[in-house]
């Protein structure tokens, strides 16, 4: 690893400069400062260092993205691959990369990092200007760059793009390995594209954002206010209809598709392209903070709300509509065509970290929490190599509609979303802990430990689970000297009876289960607080909470504006939704019906998927018998597995929603009779 190469003088004027300003009331303990020793997440975490990241690497060499950049440097050659944001695959590797190094040190890595950063910056133009697809051969750049630089930002270009991602990857970097390499890349990239855009200067809403996000990054890091100033100038740029039809009811006409039909300020409504529109949320939270804009901050509110109470899969998945990769209209969510693009679920991420963090309130944590246990997880192969694009709610094998993908692959012409997964994991360990003051707040349930200042005294914080199998959940606090400080454990919503913090989903019948807590083994009464158990006292040396959540087995019902899902549930144990796959259940998962009066088994399975707990009942199986042309129903066991893990056994049908009872027969002119449940 690198040493710092900022002087305490310099380090000094940036902590006093982002001083003057406002900022999250809560932050989020860094992931420098978290150390994992989790059962469930540190093998995953190490499958994405050896695994993941090093296949990305190599599939941007074969893919020759790596040679782009080589090409650049040349100033010879043809642009080598198909889209011109290309780029950032190398970029989000790289980021994935520095933050794999801080939980596994690596020097062969650093040393790839490094070369690979060289070609980066030999491929910078003297300007800053860093864009493959044009430097290459500015007098035939790609065909969606424009004959001229920006030309072509808001629809197609995505230059602006590349130097968000860029932005990311390169303060990762920094903090990770305390080198500035990248970051003086992106910074002297930052300095142009805040010379070329601003009041005065030249406007645009960039077509896919994420530029914002990078710019609030890089103002943390060096206290300059122009790329603060720059992130909410772009943010503001949206809503003025240039070139647009504002009365259009085409989205691709309106500006919807980019989130470009109101001004921010304006909006109220997740809309448009999913992964766009939660990279810009979160560009929206964060200048809100930074800056204290309130109406800002009530238009992140109530998108927030639209998308958790109308737009929202209960696996976590956002983006129901394939056409466009898009939000549909309120409770639209299909399940034949459920689109869900990995990528939205790592926006949806950072999107509900920054909310928690303006807010302190537990249902944004129980968001992050849904979607990385079930839709973003989903999205890798347990060989860290396999990934799912779109994820599907529903696959029917002997229907010859068109569905989201059935399979998983290694590598796509657009492959963002696994670069975008190998950055995302390692990141986790700051995802984990957060403070304001004396408040320490417990988001996640993974074990570990982290090293706090609290009142100016030194306190470690650990963590002891089976999470998400077990309920069990043991806390040490350790202070260097007894301390008072409120700690904050969430209490999850499924925990509370809550199947989402809003009506979209809700538990099919209430549990009478209790959450418990223990201070140094003897049962305490605790308030709860905006989701948290606020657990106030003087701190000892060696103090041990323990809480446990109760394990239910629960099932989910839809609101009833949801059509898709009229009559059906789906199957919750702790914060994992189960999904039946054809492995387990007699090559077909579309006949299995789950009354309401089921009761399903939980055993844990450790030589199944890698270790998981399944889900056992018996349960009616509607059976056609084409000889007697005939129909009925059979009791039969239902295996059902964490959703996250389907589709590593081969390809087949597999179902998360069930229908509760047989309501209507369509007969289907296929060489197999289907029988449809609760059309």
């Known amino acids: 690893m690198g040493k710092l190469t900022f002087t305490t003088l310099a380090l000094s004027l940036t902590t006093a400069a982002l001083a003057q300003h406002a900022d999250y009331p809560i932050q989020g303990v860094s992931f420098t400062k978290v150390k994992l020793a989790d059962n469930f997440w540190l093998p995953r975490l190490k499958t994405n260092t050896d695994v993941t990241i090093p296949a990305s690497f190599e599939r941007c060499e074969a893919t020759n993205r790596v040679k782009n950049f080589e090409m650049a440097a040349a ?78 930002e808001r ?74 100033s720059t992130a909410k100038f772009f943010l503001e740029a949206r809503g003025q209809f240039n070139g647009y039809d504002a009365k259009s009811k085409d989205v691709w006409k309106n500006g919807q598709y980019w989130q470009d039909d109101k001004s921010v300020y304006d909006q109220r409504e997740a809309i448009g392209h999913a992964v766009r529109a939660e990279y810009l949320y979160s560009a929206m939270a964060d200048v809100a903070a930074l800056t204290s804009d309130k109406r800002m901050l009530a238009a992140v509110d109530s998108i927030w709300n639209n998308m958790v109470g109308k737009k929202f899969y209960v696996t976590g998945g956002t983006g129901a509509v394939p056409g466009g990769e898009r939000f549909g209209g309120n409770y639209e969510l299909p399940n034949n065509t459920a689109y869900n693009e990995t990528c939205a679920s790592v926006a949806d991420i950072y999107w509900n970290q920054r909310m928690f963090q303006l807010h302190g309130d537990a249902k944004y944590a129980d968001i992050m929490e849904k979607v990385l246990y079930n839709g973003l997880l989903s999205g890798v192969g347990l060989d860290g190599k396999s990934f799912f694009y779109s994820n599907a709610m529903q696959i029917k094998n002997s229907f010859s509609f068109a569905q989201t993908e059935p399979a998983r692959a290694g590598w796509f012409d657009c492959s963002c979303c696994p670069t975008n997964l190998a950055r995302l994991f390692p990141s986790l360990p700051g995802y984990v802990y957060a403070q304001k003051g004396q408040d320490v707040y417990v988001n996640l349930f993974v074990s570990g430990h982290t090293d706090l200042l609290v009142n100016k005294h030194k306190v470690q914080l650990s963590q002891q689970n089976n999470y998400p199998w077990d309920g069990g959940l043991k806390f040490t606090v350790n202070p260097a000297t007894t301390t008072d400080f409120n700690l904050l454990v969430r209490i999850p919503g499924w925990a509370r009876n809550e199947a989402m913090p809003s009506d979209l989903y809700t538990f099919a019948a209430p549990s009478q289960a209790k959450v418990v807590i223990k ?28 809480v446990t959540l109760p394990m239910e087995v629960r099932q989910v019902v839809a609101n009833p504006k949801v059509k898709d899902d009229l009559a059906k549930v789906a199957l919750q144990r702790g914060p994992v939704i189960y999904c039946a796959e054809w492995k387990d259940n007699a090559g077909k998962t579309s006949n299995l019906i789950v009354p309401a009066s089921t009761t399903f088994a939980a055993s844990y399975q450790p030589d199944v998927l890698n270790g998981v707990m399944e889900l056992t009942a018996t349960v009616p199986a509607v059976k056609v018998d084409a000889v007697n042309n005939s129909i009925s129903t059979v009791q039969q066991k239902l295996t059902a597995i964490p959703y996250y893990a389907w589709a590593n ?18 007969l289907v002119s296929q060489p197999i009779t289907e029988v449809v449940v609760n059309k």
């Open 75 to 152: 100033k010879s050659g043809k642009f080598a691959t198909t889209f011109p944001f290309d780029d950032t695959d190398i970029y989000k590797t790289i980021e994935g990369a520095s933050y794999s190094m801080s939980l596994y040190p690596d020097e062969k890595l650093d040393s790839y990092v490094d070369a690979l950063i060289g070609k980066v910056a030999a491929a910078q133009e003297p300007d800053g200007y860093l864009y493959t697809a044009r430097t290459i051969d500015p007098t035939h750049p790609h065909a969606w760059a424009g004959k001229e630089r920006w030309e072509k």
């Open 155 to 228: 629809e197609l270009s995505h230059e602006l793009y590349n130097s968000g991602h860029l932005y990311e990857a390169a303060v990762a970097h920094y903090q990770a390995t305390g080198k500035k390499n990248l970051l003086d890349i992106a910074l002297k990239n930052a300095d142009l594209v805040c010379s070329v855009f601003g009041p005065g200067k030249r406007t645009v809403a960039p077509g896919h954002e994420i530029v914002e996000m990078g710019l609030v990054k890089l103002y943390r890091v060096t206290g300059k206010p122009e790329y603060l």
């Open 649 to 666: 056994r081969g390809k087949g049908e597999m179902t998360v929603w069930f229908p509760q009872r047989v309501t209507d027969v369509d």
């Open 519 to 546: 201070i140094n083994g003897k049962p305490v009464t605790y308030q709860v607080k905006n989701g948290y158990a606020v657990l106030s006292k003087k701190w000892r040396k060696n103090d041990v909470v323990d």
